[in-house]
């Protein structure tokens, strides 16, 4: 338990730095599905009350399954305001990840209910972003409150593609949620692509090129299963 209340208390170092600099609202930012092939990119901000306790809050990478459902509806319970910020496939495409990425974030944060005075971002930072902000490399692993938005995120965009296996139920997309695994490739291989399918990400455009015959292309293709 001690360490677990050591590791907490310094989940919450930046945002107690932030508040010594003055800043009273501080949100947290981060992201879900730049990498995979198929469905939306999601982002969250996450306002939390000031040292709130998340029983093993951590990058939600890194949390099972279940510790992540959990953490999701404690913070959904807990958190001041929550903002989530979604981006489609067909405008990914369009204004390519990097920005969708932005833009999802930028959303998110629109969608508070209170007015920020801070924005700590999961990565770098964010030129043009809009909101005053401090990037923080790994940061769904150094503080509450972006590792707060990254549970928020992920959570929502694996419930999205579920939603999207039942209509798309040939891609297996439950499972890999989209990503570049072996079954998805052989998915598509087999099958060819679907609406959610980003045709920019390279994997899903040289596929647009391969005849459905050449199994070469999937053999040299063929990623580990994420």
Not at 189 to 204: D, L, M, Q, T, Y
Request: aromatic share 6%; glycine share 8%; charged share 25%.
């Amino acid at each position: 338990m001690k360490q677990e209340s050591t590791e907490v208390i310094d989940m919450w170092l930046y945002e107690q730095q932030m508040m010594k600099q003055g800043y009273t609202i501080i949100a947290g930012i981060d992201e879900a599905g730049r990498g995979p092939l198929a469905g939306p990119v999601v982002a969250s901000a996450v306002i939390l009350p000031p040292g709130c306790c998340i029983d093993g809050i951590n990058d939600s990478k890194k949390l099972t399954p279940s510790k992540r459902e959990s953490a999701y509806t404690y913070i959904k319970e807990t958190a001041l305001s929550i903002g989530l910020g979604i981006v489609d496939s067909t405008e990914i495409d369009q204004i390519n990840i990097l920005q969708a990425t932005y833009k999802a974030m930028s959303i998110a944060v629109s969608q508070l209910s209170m007015e920020v005075g801070l924005c700590l971002i999961d990565g770098n930072p964010i030129k043009n972003f809009g909101y005053p902000h401090k990037a923080i490399v790994d940061g769904d692993g150094k503080s509450a409150s972006i590792a707060a938005a990254s549970i928020i995120a992920k959570v929502t965009r694996d419930r999205i593609m579920c939603e999207y296996d039942k209509l798309y139920p040939g891609y297996g997309f439950a499972s890999h949620k989209g990503y570049c695994s072996k079954l998805h490739l052989r998915m598509i291989k087999e099958n060819g692509i679907c609406k959610i399918h980003r045709k920019s990400f390279a994997p899903v455009r040289e596929c647009i090129k391969c005849d459905k015959g050449d199994n070469d292309w999937l053999q040299q293709n063929l990623l580990l299963d994420s």
